[in-house]
């Protein structure tokens, strides 16, 4: 199976400020990876495929890059609705599999 | 508007079967491969594996022995058995559905079962 460490888990910051998540893959994955947002008690809401493509009704202020074993999502400036739990998905081949998150909460 | 919504129950004893549901409003169930996944407590996301609109399935070896995921068109429900549970098997499950870029792009709200006697 492919493992996806994501980094950091645990994240604070301020509203505006710039984030950045990075997700390493434990072999090659090409672009084939997803990122997504879960807010508690929520389904997850995917925001980037193919590593950097935004999905339709995704704020712009979401980037994803990378390919192969290193990939980061970025939100360019932190929005209060933005606080949330972030995980990759790699769908390069099966089983799928999930970095095991990172938290974002309000400093 | 295509949306999804998981049913089953909360609660279910170790040892037994978890059979939950998913079904399907503003849409047909004859395209596309629909999903399970599951989030634990505290934990990642989970894939549990696939359906295809004609049948084929695809599992988590994690799991493998223990699942069947099911698809009915006429009732456009999705299905899920996972026998032998134990508390680790406690989890938020969700059913989604892939995109032709094989992509999982709408999902349930989601549903918590706890396994526990």
């Known amino acids: 199976d492919i493992q996806l460490t994501q980094s950091p888990s645990f994240l604070s910051a301020s509203v505006g400020d710039r984030v950045t998540i990075t997700c390493r893959a434990s072999q090659g994955i090409s672009r084939f990876l997803a990122w997504y947002q879960q807010k508690p008690g929520k389904a997850p809401e995917l925001l980037i495929y193919a590593a950097s493509t935004l999905q339709s009704g995704v704020p712009s202020r979401f980037s994803g890059s990378g390919s192969g074993t290193e990939f980061t999502l970025t939100i360019s400036s932190l929005q209060p609705e933005d606080f949330a739990t972030y995980s990759c998905q790699q769908l390069n081949s099966y089983p799928l599999t999930f970095g095991g998150g990172t938290k974002v909460e309000i400093k | 508007q295509v949306q999804l919504q998981e049913s089953g129950p909360g609660l279910v004893k170790p040892s037994e079967t978890l059979s939950l549901t998913c079904t399907i409003s503003?849409?047909?169930?004859?395209?596309?491969?629909w999903s399970w996944f599951r989030r634990p407590p505290g934990k990642g996301l989970e894939w549990i594996g696939y359906v295809s609109y004609s049948g084929i399935t695809n599992y988590n070896p994690s799991l493998n022995s223990r699942i069947t995921i099911s698809i009915d068109t006429s009732k456009t429900q999705i299905s899920l058995k996972l026998n032998s549970v134990t508390a680790a098997d406690t989890a938020a499950y969700y059913c989604a559905r892939r995109h032709t870029t094989g992509y999982y792009y709408l999902w349930g709200q989601g549903t918590l079962v706890t396994v526990s006697s």
């Open positions: 503003g849409g047909s169930v004859s395209t596309d491969y």
